[in-house]
């Protein structure tokens, strides 16, 4: 019998940090309005105190709007990548999967040659080579994540396509496409929601390297990322407020988004198909 997320309190608790997370972001600046757009060196660096709750950085602007602002850019980014990836992983996956033989075997050694390739290595260099928003870096980072997606689809669909109810469809005369889009990707749902979860998790963990790096967004745009690296510049002049805060932020939110994960993934289980009486798949 399949566990309720109910029965997992890490996830619960995951989820509500998630949600606290999402709120600070995007409801907060309704409520703690600031300007992330003009320098003010007049109050650069100034440590936490009366009108500035977490200081400012050395910029002048305020660091808790600046972290609201960076969490708004780095949840967005990892959001479209993930859902980028995990569109064309699937589709990939479940093609590679239900065709099998030799279509298969090509398929999937196209994707493990393209996983031997370094993946920040290579997004450094789009990075370095393109202007960089959040639209690019979505559609670069989900261009390498979709592979471990397909992977995932593609062992799911090997196991489905045995199943009675894809068989009936087959002897029934129901295209490729029908079968992958009405009875495959259906019943893969539990394992594509939860790689999704993951990929927005290890998607914001790259959005984070690129901006320590300054391959991230460019000014006056910030994400958490290359809010650390400038707070790291000055940790000799003991700035705690620009690097405790955002690091802080990128370990809270991959936390939750694990472990809400973790348990999303005992929850949902393998999922069965809604016509079949089979009972769960193994």
Not at 65 to 88: D, N, Y
Not at 243 to 267: E, S, W
């Amino acid at each position: 019998m399949r566990s309720s997320l109910r029965q997992h309190p890490l996830g619960v608790a995951g989820g509500l940090l998630l949600a606290l997370i999402v709120a600070f972001c995007f409801l907060g600046p309704l409520l703690y309005q600031t300007n992330q757009t003009d320098v003010d060196l007049v109050n650069a660096a100034l440590p936490p105190g009366e009108g500035f709750p977490l200081g400012t950085d050395t910029n002048g602007f305020d660091v808790l709007g600046r972290l609201m602002a960076g969490g708004q850019v780095s949840l967005q980014i990892g959001l479209m990548a993930a859902l980028f990836a995990t569109t064309i992983g699937t589709l990939y996956g479940a093609i590679a999967g239900l065709a099998g033989g030799v279509v298969d075997g090509f398929m999937m050694r196209l994707v493990d040659i393209m996983l031997s390739i370094p993946f920040l290595f290579f997004v450094l260099i789009l990075s370095a080579r393109f202007h960089a928003d959040a639209v690019s870096l979505s559609l670069v980072i989900g261009g390498f994540s979709w592979l471990v997606s397909a992977r995932l689809v593609r062992g799911e669909v090997l196991t489905l396509r045995v199943r009675e109810f894809v068989l009936a469809a087959k002897v029934m005369g129901a295209s490729r496409r029908r079968i992958i889009l009405t009875h495959l990707i259906p019943n893969a749902l539990g394992v594509i929601i939860v790689n999704i979860t993951f990929q927005v998790a290890d998607a914001i963990l790259v959005v984070a390297a690129l901006g320590f790096l300054g391959f991230g967004l460019t000014f006056p745009s910030a994400d958490w990322g290359s809010q650390l690296a400038s707070g790291v510049t000055y940790i000799s002049a003991d700035y705690w407020w620009l690097i405790y805060p955002a690091g802080a932020c990128i370990i809270l939110t991959v936390l939750a988004l694990n472990l809400l994960a973790d348990a999303l993934r005992d929850a949902i289980g393998r999922p069965t198909h809604s016509t079949s009486s089979a009972g769960s798949l193994s």
